[in-house]
């Protein structure tokens, strides 16, 4: 197979982190060669030298065809025939499954008009090949979460590419659609197309892969044919490091007191879109820390989200013991039960207001009187919170927007400890956000399970949920795979649980 893109020695430093160290990677046409990494083991930063997104640091090369280049935006890249399809989605709600799949390059008639026929009939091929039965003059707006990510897919491969990277592209699709995904990269692979492909679902990998190339921190530690691979090799590859050194050491503060217990919490597919959740029943003791890990589409936000009565839910849940009723987030906040997003900024911050005015969102009540607001008091109890969780703020009335994002996820956590929950479910704690405030993060975390705090840590950082957690949840499709104890626990125990 011939080789197409060839990255050597590629380095990327951003503040106080080295993303990528000397990186090499070959990358042919007709295969389909996996990244895979954890989270923040430098695949996306990687991906988005190859797309013109980000500039390397000086000392690498990247040679197309035998030939240096300097990719120097996305638009070059994809004349230089490399396409990218995102985990997140990139499409206009408001516009047309066509519009989307050919916009901002929409074939004009003579009079310079977008010929929309033409556009249409183009959609449709790209759409057929895709198996998708979906008019194209459909408003994407009212298609589901698995459908738009095929829009995606269909605006990619209508680009005249040579190389297609795939990031996650099955996190949002029903298994129906990922096997048609999948019959469509082997379609591609006999056209002589390149696939990188990026997942962390071993069956995947194992089912459409030729060559395999592991990330760790920065670093590739492995890349050998997939023949050559099994999912043990590939695990260890994947998850080795010294944990305690990352982390610290974690001391249990769980008590044999049950103080949340949830049964047969099934998802209302009818009213809420996500993963499928169904049947998940598990305990929450005083003072513990539980934690939750599953692959990317495994339903562990939904699963938060019908605790905190976002998402309806059938099933039962009970605290202290008594069935409850969480029809709506206001319910979940009356029995003492706190949400730290994993959006932080679209869901957790309002990022033109001060610290101080988001630290009090949650609890604004607390320094109202007759419909004004106490602000020394306010400003008082936000610099307490300040200084007893080290966040680093010139003032209460500095813009949330101008901190880090460490610091912003302090003030997260700290407008929800103010309130002082019984429960708290903290979705994500550290993503985007580096190793020193991680640390410090998850010390936070023991320090309020050491004062009776129940907390529920959702990560898909396999090192952090091994670390932090008293006991851990596995989910799989929906469903839990898996309970493990600390003592049971380690990188392949929790690993083959989400993914066998």
């Known amino acids: ?140 707006g009212r298609l589901s979460i698995g459908q738009k990510q095929m829009v995606e897919i269909a605006r990619a491969i209508s680009y005249d590419c040579r190389l297609i990277i795939m990031d996650e592209p099955t996190a949002s699709l029903s298994h129906h659609e990922a096997a048609t995904l999948a019959r469509i990269v082997k379609n591609l692979v006999a056209q002589n197309i390149g696939i990188v492909y990026i997942s962390h679902r071993l069956d995947e990998i194992f089912e459409i892969g030729d060559r395999v190339t592991v990330l760790r921190d920065g670093v590739t530690v492995d890349s050998a044919p997939i023949g050559e691979m099994n999912r043990e090799r590939l695990v260890r590859k994947m998850v080795d490091r010294d944990l305690e050194q990352l982390f610290g050491h974690h001391l249990s503060h769980a008590s044999d007191e049950v103080l949340l217990s949830a049964r047969g919490l099934t998802l209302k597919k009818h009213r809420s879109q996500g993963a499928p959740v169904r049947d998940v029943s598990f305990d929450l003791h005083q003072g513990e820390v539980l934690g939750f890990f599953g692959l990317v589409g495994s339903g562990r936000t939904e699963v938060m989200e019908m605790i905190f009565g976002s998402r309806e839910y059938e099933g039962s849940i009970s605290i202290d013991g008594r069935p409850v009723n969480i029809h709506a987030p206001s319910a979940a906040i009356e029995q003492g039960i706190g949400f730290v997003t994993e959006d932080r900024q679209g869901q957790g911050l309002v990022l033109g207001m001060s610290v101080r005015e988001n630290f009090s969102l949650t609890h604004l009540a607390e320094y109202c009187r007759f419909d004004f607001v106490n602000r020394s008091r306010e400003s008082a109890r936000c610099r307490e919170f300040i200084r007893a969780l080290g966040i680093k703020t010139p003032s209460p009335e500095q813009k949330i927007q101008n901190l880090s994002g460490g610091n912003q996820q302090k003030v997260v956590i700290a407008k929800w400890v103010a309130r002082k929950p019984r429960i708290l479910i903290v979705d994500e704690p550290t993503r985007g956000i580096d190793i020193g405030a991680k640390a410090e993060v998850h010390a936070l975390l023991n320090r309020l399970a050491s004062e009776g705090m129940s907390i529920i840590i959702v990560s898909s950082d396999l090192p952090e949920i091994l670390a932090i957690s008293d006991r851990i949840i596995v989910l799989k499709d929906g469903c839990v795979n898996g309970e493990l104890s600390r003592d049971q626990a380690n990188e392949q125990t929790v690993m083959l649980a989400a993914t066998a």
Request: hydrophobic content about 45%; charged content about 30%; glycine content about 8%.
């Open 1 to 140: 197979m011939p080789l197409f893109l060839e990255m050597d020695a590629i380095s990327k430093t951003f503040p106080g982190v080295k993303a990528l160290d000397r990186v090499d990677l070959a990358l042919r046409l007709g295969e389909v060669h996996v990244l895979a990494g954890e989270n923040g083991a430098g695949k996306s930063t990687l991906m988005k030298i190859m797309t013109g997104v980000l500039r390397a640091d000086p000392g690498g090369s990247i040679r197309i065809d035998g030939n240096e280049v300097v990719i120097r935006d996305p638009v070059h890249a994809r004349a230089l025939g490399i396409s990218i399809i995102y985990q997140e989605l990139a499409v206009v709600d408001n516009l047309t499954v066509a519009e989307n799949i050919f916009l901002a390059r929409e074939p004009k008639n003579r009079m310079g008009m977008i010929d929309r026929r033409k556009m249409n009939a183009d959609a449709r091929k790209v759409l057929d090949e895709l198996e998708m039965d979906i008019s194209p003059t459909t408003r994407v």
